[in-house]
């Protein structure tokens, strides 16, 4: 049985049970938040983490991460059992959103127990196979198995001579950075010939809010578009000579790389987790430092100012790893864990 998440419909009990009976279970990771109980695998949202569990203060970030300030976190989290007790009962009024220290100690345990009860842990990016090991999953039971996408049909247009037409394609949410993208380009010089397209999708609360956010910081700015969802990512990719994925957190993809590539398309993203993984700097794209406006801004307007640099982007992509290979490898992790079968004098018990 292979999981690839754990919802409040499906999760550990389900891999315990199965494990029980005897069924081989696989874990197939998509998401920090397995191993980070934050779920951004950032240090108090700022700071790459190497996600030891039992290293790092993850009490204290997690509480940072729901609202408190980073020096009350520390205090509440460095707390014994009665102090804390006494604190959340005030903390519980005030924090709101903000979680039980307790709640730290259960993550651990559930990710010991997920590791413990799994045969194979499938990883799509080395930064999560490193963090597992840190955690003590043993080697043997760790698989690195990158993402694919299907070939696309076809490559995207050739640049637009009218200026540089930069991308995103994704979800409204904060963590993926696109309110750095609308700041960069709005730093930019209202001369320079840049267009920024944004096709993006959400319809929960966070999503809308995040969604206002960004037509706040874009008012006013020709140069910034919002549309909506697009059928296809072609249709996106077809309109854009660079795809920008500012991500804010460490991802195990995103898959709208590996999109991008197929297409045709460079991209310029954060230096982190598995975009950094994927994109090779100054060969199919470039990266900048996370969050860092100034520096994407800087970037866009080179890539604006040089369109011969743009060439060379699109020239340096290579081929795309595939569905068809991710299915090949997934098939041989599932036959690992079968025994072969008994020939016919074996499971006789006889002899030749």
């Known amino acids: 049985m292979d999981f690839h998440s754990f919802t409040r419909g499906i999760g550990l009990p389900h891999v315990r049970a199965a494990a029980e009976r005897g069924t081989r279970v696989v874990l197939t990771l998509h998401v920090a938040s397995v191993v980070c109980p934050r779920g951004t695998m950032l240090r108090f949202g700022r700071i790459a983490c190497d996600g030891d569990l039992a290293r790092r203060p ?23 059992a009665a102090g804390r007790a006494g604190a959340w009962a005030v903390l519980g009024r005030v924090g709101g959103r903000a979680q039980p220290p307790a709640a730290m100690a259960a993550h651990r345990w559930r990710f010991d127990e997920a590791m413990r009860r799994a045969d194979r842990v499938v990883a799509p990016s080395r930064w999560l196979v490193e963090a597992l090991r840190t955690n003590g999953v043993p080697r043997e039971k760790l698989v690195y198995c990158p993402q694919g996408v299907e070939p696309a049909a076809t490559d995207a247009r050739s640049p637009s001579e009218a200026g540089l037409r930069v991308g995103y394609l994704g979800r409204f949410d904060p963590g993926k950075g696109i309110h750095v993208l609308v700041e960069a380009v709005r730093r930019a010089p209202p001369e320079l010939p840049l267009a920024c397209h944004i096709w993006a999708s959400g319809t929960s609360t966070v999503a809308g809010a995040y969604r206002d956010r960004l037509a706040r910081l874009a008012r006013g700015d020709r140069r910034i578009r919002f549309h909506g969802p697009v059928p296809t990512p072609g249709e996106a990719f ?22 991008a590539f197929a297409a045709g398309v460079p991209v310029i993203g954060s230096d982190l987790g598995g975009i950094a993984e994927r994109i090779r700097a100054g060969v199919d794209g470039l990266l900048f430092p996370p969050g860092d406006v100034g520096a994407l801004a800087g970037m866009l307007e080179t890539l604006a100012r040089d369109r011969t640099r743009l060439e060379r982007l699109r020239a340096g992509i290579g081929p795309v790893r595939t569905m068809d290979q991710v299915a090949a490898e997934t098939r041989a992790t599932y036959a690992g ?13 006889g002899h030749r």
């Open 58 to 80: 993850c009490a204290a970030c997690r509480l940072h991460g729901r609202g408190l300030p980073r020096p009350i976190a520390a205090v509440v989290a460095g707390l014994g």
């Open 238 to 259: 077809a309109a854009m000579d660079l795809l920008a994925v500012p991500s804010l957190a460490l991802e195990t993809g995103p898959l709208v790389v590996l999109e």
């Open 337 to 349: 864990l079968i025994p072969a079968p008994l020939g016919p004098v074996a499971a006789a018990g």
